[in-house]
């Protein structure tokens, strides 16, 4: 099956500083979907990105689909952005139906 | 409010009992899923429903039990048989398509003591 591979594992910022997160993707991909997590768990999406770039604030993501990737950015992180950030894809033949990769925790330090 | 509830919040069961946890949804989704978490791991796929009265294993069903009688609602039992309940579980929601997203539930937390 498909893999999902999340860069770095850890990330310790200052508040203010600015961060990128990477996604790479054995396979080709129809849905491709970034999400966060805060301290307490509650998962919250934040890109449907299967291509292309996309912002929203003070995030943005950037697939590159041809090489298999994907870019997560946060400018002027905030502690707030603190949590795990999670990239998802498609799996194959099961609509609907995500692979996860293992997460990148953030943490923002004021 | 439209949104996912889960139930309970937190949920202590002794070695040899059956648990179920809640999940319901009133966003009117086909689609529902449960997710397994342990620490500093990703989330893994239990089972998911994509109609009433249907739902297939994901990827570690082994130990665990769903229903789907109504649309709206998606109990998931933990089973005696599940070797490492201990986790964070989390159920999902959402449409048919495949640039559709999830909506997650808040999630329970399971401790085995």
């Known amino acids: 099956g498909i893999q999902v591979e999340q860069s770095p594992p850890d990330l310790i910022l200052q508040e203010g500083a600015n961060s990128t997160l990477r996604c790479n993707f054995s396979?080709?991909?129809?849905?491709l979907q970034w999400f966060h997590q805060n301290p307490w768990g509650q998962l919250i999406n934040l890109f449907y990105?299967?291509?292309g770039t996309k912002q929203n604030g003070r995030l943005s993501a950037t697939t590159v689909a041809t090489e298999r990737y994907s870019l997560l950015y946060i400018s002027s992180s905030q502690t707030t952005d603190s949590g795990v950030y999670f990239c998802?894809?498609?799996?194959?033949?099961?609509?609907?139906?995500?692979?996860f990769g293992k997460g990148t925790k953030l943490s923002v330090k004021p | 409010d439209g949104g996912i509830t889960q139930s309970p919040k937190y949920l202590f069961r002794k070695e040899g009992q059956n648990v179920t946890l809640s999940c319901e949804q009133n966003?009117?989704?086909?689609?529902m899923y449960w997710y397994r978490q342990d620490p500093g791991q990703g989330l893994r796929l239990i089972y998911y429903s994509q109609i009433v009265n249907d739902f297939q294993k994901g990827d570690i069903a082994e130990g665990y039990s769903v229903s789907r009688e109504k649309k709206e609602s998606f109990p998931l039992t933990v089973t005696s048989a599940q070797k490492n309940p201990t986790a964070f579980y989390l159920c999902a929601s959402g449409g048919l398509r495949i640039t559709d997203t999830q909506y997650f539930g808040p999630g329970t937390r399971l401790t085995v003591l």
């Open positions: 396979d080709s991909v129809n849905n």
């Open positions: 966003l009117n989704h086909d689609a």
């Open positions: 998802a894809v498609d799996r194959r033949g099961s609509q609907g139906n995500l692979i």
């Open positions: 990105i299967p291509s």
